[in-house]
């Protein structure tokens, strides 16, 4: 029986090492990739708040109307590193 929770706890640890590998390349590539417009592939300026949709300024007016309701990329970036970072965070509590 205790050695079945060894196995079981390494492969957990395992497990998580190749999580927290995961989320750095997120991580690096989130921050470091260009945002492209959805429609027309230019560069972003906002996007959906929680999404991954992006636009351009033209193509923001054109769908939206009213760009208010978008956040600026810059914003977006913010948000999701800093849910990355809460979820590295968590994966480096002992188990």
Same mark, same amino acid.
Request: charged letters at 35%; one cysteine or more.
């Given at each position: 029986?205790?050695?079945?929770?060894?196995?079981?706890?390494?492969?957990?640890?395992?497990?998580?090492?190749?999580?927290?590998?995961?989320?750095?390349?997120?991580?690096? %590539?989130? #921050?470091?990739?260009?945002?492209?417009?959805?429609?027309?592939?230019?560069?972003? /300026?906002? +996007? !959906?708040?929680?999404?991954?949709?992006?636009?351009?300024?033209?193509?923001?007016?054109?769908?939206? %109307?009213? #760009?208010?309701?978008?956040?600026?990329?810059?914003?977006?970036?913010?948000?999701? /590193?800093? +849910? !990355?970072?809460?979820?590295?965070?968590?994966?480096?509590?002992?188990?």
């Amino acid at each position: 029986m205790a050695e079945d929770k060894t196995i079981f706890l390494r492969d957990v640890r395992i497990l998580v090492d190749k999580l927290q590998k995961t989320l750095k390349t997120k991580k690096h %590539n989130h #921050i470091t990739m260009p945002k492209k417009c959805l429609i027309c592939e230019d560069s972003a /300026e906002f +996007a !959906i708040k929680n999404s991954n949709d992006y636009y351009c300024k033209e193509c923001a007016e054109e769908q939206f %109307n009213d #760009i208010s309701c978008l956040v600026p990329v810059e914003e977006a970036n913010k948000t999701s /590193e800093e +849910a !990355i970072d809460q979820l590295e965070e968590l994966n480096k509590t002992e188990l």
